[in-house]
């Protein structure tokens, strides 16, 4: 780890002042001399190995007050990005209206690390890919762009087989986003300019030519909260992972359907633990959309899912395992009682 | 009685809590990296990012800008340290691989440079600010790696002296009536003990005292002495508590000389406390092994042949190997044995002792193959083991000292419900989850080394022992003051023990699971002298011999001794005497010890004995584990919500720390089988998930039923202490098992570790 001033932001306007006085117009956001601290879980671990480098880090936890609302209302959901993990997937009412957000919050990570850490910092989190995470390999494009890859052709069974490029498959490696990105969230930003909103889906940009780019925030701006329009009873977030608790996902599934009388009449599906992004499958959907629900219809889902999906020497598995992931999420939440 | 504290059956000691249970669960148990240091200036590693060729040189400018930066040891003005051999060479060293040594690179993570600064974070930026150059060559990684070596390990490895063989394997096999062949595969393991691979120096003028977590206090104060030219009586090892071991501290690595070396340069305490990855390559691990095993056998099920070969992989240098054959050629009788064991050297580091060595990855492919073999003569795989059980090992001939195997597999089966297995494959399910049950023997080689201790008796019962043991979590404070206690006839809570520091009477190596056997045997001759001295002093002359007799000072084993114990009055024997305090120090060794045993005791060298190895008889402890395994249908997740095991280990010391070993054991059994495995990038030759969140062990949430059921077991043939050893015995088996048990749920044989969902096909 290396020296950093350290300042605790009182209100929003400092925080956002803080942010982006340090910065540089040009700097990728990752690399931005200035970085908030939320509940620290992955910028400190970053620290340490040597992977983050910040010169000021502006500890945001002081906007708890404003920011950590947990608000569900009939017309949907709220969420303060400073709201801790633990505290949402407790929730009573979010476990009833959208189990999707509370399950994909409780099967992440473990009790301690749900207790410290907050949704806008579990939606920032980075790739858990080895080669970016050691800095002893050179060849990370993420971490150094244009030194190429060393997951590529090496040891790469976590990693992505869709949204990934030649230059970067590296997964997003979080459970929340996918329940996010599948209920057509929408992101509240926080900036110089006071407070915008956009689609979740467009907070994450795919690796591309410029995988040390991860995101479509500038520096100085700050996730202030996620809103969700309607409720969705109906839905589901399935993980596949080599342990029963505290590790990544190998593949996931958040799903939500809105069934009538045997027929879907709206799905949203997101895949992850497969992709490079929070992973929306709308061929899929479309597949699902107006149909009859059967084990054979979730299989042709499932296949529309990954028709792009490509493998590589450790990791084409997960395309087999992905379509199951998704046909099994779906009859759950066909069959669920809600 | 409690599950945890276990009612003790017949030869079964108290189940009495922990000594150190407080200490512990309270914080105040001092490892070594919280020993205090005066003035202390802090340590930290570079290592190398390539795994084999040469320094060009090192750009050092920027690192040594950072504020408080006192030095930075290179190969280039490093301390001269002298070589040690490899421990099994008669040296200390697990590997003889010494970095700063000169530009070359052997292996990855190798030690290339040492920052020292006055804070762990200044030293810390720095090294990250170190810059290196390499003339990098490519590796060979591992097996089918190009440029690797393969050869015999007989005649290479001075710990694998004989492939054990007898009758004619090809001719039996040619003419078995059923006959199985099939290959087996163990990845690379690490350790990963909590505590990290910490080390502090301090001088006292010619004196250096060590602080670092060790399995072997005297081998580490020998070694580090001989690396740095002095006297051994300068150097002293402490470490009242590790956090672990599992083997990963039973020989000396080579960061301990290189900082003391430093300290003595610098004129300071310094500290060293590595990070989690350089922990997988400054130390050892468990080497990746292949098997290939070929059983004949006669309709009814009878062994006829048996052949087994294995091959490990080893650094350029060193010829480590486990050859695990030594148990799997004597398991089972079987009239026509061959067996050969190889060693692949490739460009890594010296692999080492990791718990049970040999038999995890041996015990692993054999008792697959049993399961196959019953699967083949569609016969219960637990009547299997018992129509080839056996009172004696079939290569040489001997007895087993005591053998309870097939006791074992009647009471696990019986508490796991085995009788409810329906033997089909893939004919038990539970919604969508497939249900496998399966099975496998475990035993472990009983052995024991010579030891010393002090034992200090005062006239209020207060006793104090005195022991270089090592309480690296297994209990090894509580069965010692609980051997004292029974001894002496002394409470439990006047006896203080005194462990972990090489100043105190040597006692082994913590490895082998040999240390209770060992120690307790020790500790119950000394106060079997501290009894006959006061005896003596209370007895009239012409009783004195029967009363020596009585209190068996020889090697009579413990329950005799005890049976003809008389009481004694400690109050008269003292008054008698006249002192206030008795003191005695005795040195034990086991039968069959060679000659030279005291002399190396004291200068750090391991003289273990048991096993195979004995004279006239073969002494192992013997086990039977049963899983639950369940096959996810959609995601094939594979989870084992049921562990069971039966062991019979002679003497249980203490029914509840006893329950705690062979509780980790059979949880680290199914880690191993599910789990751990150590990635290797084949083009670099280095390790990938060298961090505890890539390197996966199991959560509680993993483990949620296991239980252990100790048999009761008196063996009169082994030690004074009549114990076997329990430390490794539980983790050997648990990987068949579960592979059988996959087999069961699937219909699937999967023979290479870890099983991971992408394995399975369903």
């Known amino acids: 780890m290396r020296p950093f001033s350290y300042q605790r932001a009182t209100d929003p306007a400092v925080a956002v002042q803080a942010l982006s006085a340090a910065a540089a117009a040009n700097d990728a956001l990752t690399k931005a001399a200035a970085q908030p601290l939320a509940g620290g879980t992955t910028l400190i671990d970053l620290m340490k190995l040597d992977v983050m480098r910040p010169t000021a880090i502006v500890d945001i936890n002081p906007l708890a007050d404003g920011w950590s609302a947990i608000d569900p209302g009939n017309d949907g959901l709220r969420l303060g990005a400073l709201a801790k993990m633990s505290d949402v997937a407790a929730h009573e009412e979010i476990q009833r209206h959208y ?32 080669y970016f995470r050691d800095v002893s390999y050179e060849n990370c494009n993420k971490r150094n762009p244009g030194s190429g890859c060393a997951a590529m052709d090496g040891v790469n069974r976590m990693h992505a087989v869709l949204g990934a490029s030649d230059q970067c498959i590296a997964t997003y490696p979080g459970d929340f986003a996918q329940a996010l990105v599948a209920l057509d969230a929408m992101v509240e930003i ?19 030519n410029t995988p040390d780019i991860e995101t479509t925030l500038r520096p100085g701006e700050l996730i202030s909260a996620f809103s969700i329009s309607g409720r969705w009873p109906r839905s589901v977030y399935l993980k596949a992972r080599d342990r029963q608790s505290y590790e990544f996902a190998l593949s996931s599934a958040a799903v939500a359907l809105d069934v009538r009388e045997g027929t879907v009449r709206d799905a949203r599906i997101a895949l992850g633990g497969v992709a490079t992004v929070p992973w929306r499958a709308r061929e899929a959907e479309a597949v699902l959309k107006g149909q009859k629900f059967d084990d054979g219809l979730a ?9 792009d999906a490509r493998g590589r020497r450790h990791n084409s598995f997960k395309i087999a395992l992905g379509k199951r992931v998704v046909a099994r999420a779906l009859q759950q939440a066909v069959t669920m009682e809600i | 009685m409690t599950a945890a504290a276990p009612e003790p059956k017949v030869n079964m000691g108290q189940p009495v809590p922990r000594y150190d249970a407080a200490a512990k669960v309270t914080g105040r148990a001092t490892y070594a990296s919280d020993m205090p240091l005066d003035n202390p200036a802090f340590a930290f590693l570079v290592t190398s990012a390539i795994a084999k060729g040469r320094i060009d040189g090192f750009d050092l400018d920027d690192a040594k800008r950072v504020r408080g930066v006192i030095d930075i040891v290179t190969h280039e003005n490093a301390p001269k340290l002298k070589e040690s051999k490899l421990f099994s060479n008669g040296g200390y060293a697990g590997t003889t691989i010494q970095p700063l040594k000169s530009a070359d690179i052997a292996h990855d993570g190798q030690i290339i440079a040492v920052v020292v600064a006055e804070s762990y974070e200044a030293a810390r930026e720095a090294a990250n600010r170190v810059k290196v150059s390499y003339t990098a060559t490519a590796p060979s990684a591992t097996f089918d790696s190009p440029g690797t070596t393969t050869a015999a390990a007989k005649g290479q490895s001075a710990q694998f002296k004989e492939d054990p063989e007898v009758g004619d394997f090809a001719k039996a096999f040619d003419t078995a009536e059923v006959k199985l062949t099939a290959s087996y595969e163990t990845p690379t393991q690490h350790h990963n003990p909590m505590e990290l691979f910490s080390t502090s120096c301090v001088w006292m003028g010619d004196n250096l005292v060590i602080y670092e977590g060790s399995q072997f206090v005297y081998g580490l104060k020998n070694g580090v002495a001989e690396q740095l030219g002095i006297d051994a009586d300068k150097v002293r090892v402490v470490n ?11 020989s000396m690595t080579p960061r301990t000389a290189i900082i003391a070396g430093i300290a003595k340069r610098l004129n300071r305490p310094i500290k060293l406390v590595p990070t989690r990855d350089q922990g997988f390559t400054i130390t050892t691990h468990r080497a990746e092994t292949r098997h290939e095993i070929k059983l004949g056998a006669s309709r009814d099920g009878k062994l006829l042949a048996l052949r087994h070969e294995g091959a490990e992989v080893s650094s350029r240098p060193d010829a480590y190997c486990v050859g695990g054959t030594k148990t799997t050629a004597r398991l089972y009788a079987c009239p026509n044995v061959a067996s050969l064991v190889s060693i692949v050297r490739a460009d890594r580091n010296t692999p080492g002792f990791m718990r049970s060595p040999p038999e995890v990855p041996y015990l692993f492919a054999l008792e697959s193959a049993m399961d196959e073999l019953a699967v083949k003569l569609n016969m219960d795989p637990v009547e299997l083991r018992r129509i080839n059980d056996t009172t004696n090992e079939p290569i040489g001939g001997k007895p087993y000292s005591s053998r309870s195997l097939m006791a074992c597999f009647d009471e696990a089966a019986k508490a796991f419900g085995w009788a409810q297995r329906s033997p089909q494959p893939k004919s038990m399910s539970d919604g969508e989850w497939l249900i496998g049950y399966g099975c496998a023997a475990t035993c472990y080689p009983t052995q024991m080394a010579p030891s010393a201790a002090r034992v200090r008796l005062q006239r209020d019962g207060r006793t104090r022992v005195e022991i270089a043991g090592h309480e690296i979590g297994t209990g090894a404070y509580t069965v010692i003051a609980q051997t004292a206690t029974e001894r002496l006839g002394v409470p439990l809570e006047k006896v203080a023990v005194f462990m972990g520091d090489s100043d105190l009477p040597p006692a082994p190596v913590a490895g082998g699971s040999n240390s209770t056997a060992s120690t307790c045997s020790a500790v119950m001759m000394v106060c079997d002298q501290i009894r006959q001295r006061l005896f003596k002093a209370v007895m009239p002359d012409s009783l004195t011999d029967k009363a020596k007799e009585t209190v068996g000072i020889s090697q009579a084993p413990a329950t005799q001794a005890a049976k003809s114990d008389r009481p004694l009055d400690i109050e008269k024997a003292f008054n008698a005497l006249g002192v206030g305090v008795v003191e005695e120090y005795g040195e034990w060794k086991p039968e069959g010890a060679p000659l030279d045993s005291f002399k190396a005791m004291h200068s750090g060298q391991v003289r273990i004995v048991g096993g195979h190895a004995m004279k006239d008889q073969i002494a192992y402890a013997f086990g039977a584990e049963f899983v639950e395994v369940r096959i996810n249908r959609f995601t094939h997740e594979i989870r084992c919500p049921r562990l069971v095991g039966a062991f019979a280990g002679g003497r249980i010391m203490n029914p509840r720390t006893a329950r705690s070993q062979l509780m980790g054991g059979l949880i680290w059994g199914m880690s191993s089988a599910l789990l751990e495995a150590t990635e290797i990038d084949e083009r670099n030759a280095r390790y990938v998930n060298d961090n505890l969140a890539d390197y996966l062990v199991p959560v509680n949430a993993d483990v949620p039923g296991v239980e252990v059921i100790m048999l009761s077991e008196q063996d009169d043939h082994i030690n004074p202490a009549g114990v076997k050893g329990l430390g490794e015995l539980a983790n ?22 870890p099983v991971r969902l992408e394995n399975i096909e369903v």
Not at chain 1, 100 to 109: C, G, P, R, Y
């Open chain 1, 99 to 130: 189990p999707v957000i509370a399950n994909s919050l409780k099967l992440a990570a473990s009790a301690q690390l749900r207790n410290m850490a907050t949704l806008g910092g579990n939606v920032m989190q980075r790739t858990r890919c080895s």
């Open chain 1, 190 to 208: 926080t900036g110089r300019s006071g407070t915008r909103n956009m689609p979740f889906s467009e907070l994450h940009k795919a690796p591309g």
């Open chain 1, 299 to 307: 299989q042709r889902v499932a296949d529309a899912a990954f028709a």
């Open chain 2, 240 to 250: 009242p508590y590790v956090g672990g071991g599992f083997g990963s501290r039973g």
């Open chain 2, 732 to 753: 050997v088996g648990t990987n068949a098992a579960i592979c059988n048990a996959i087999h069961h749920a699937t219909g699937q044989r999967i023979r290479k570790l």
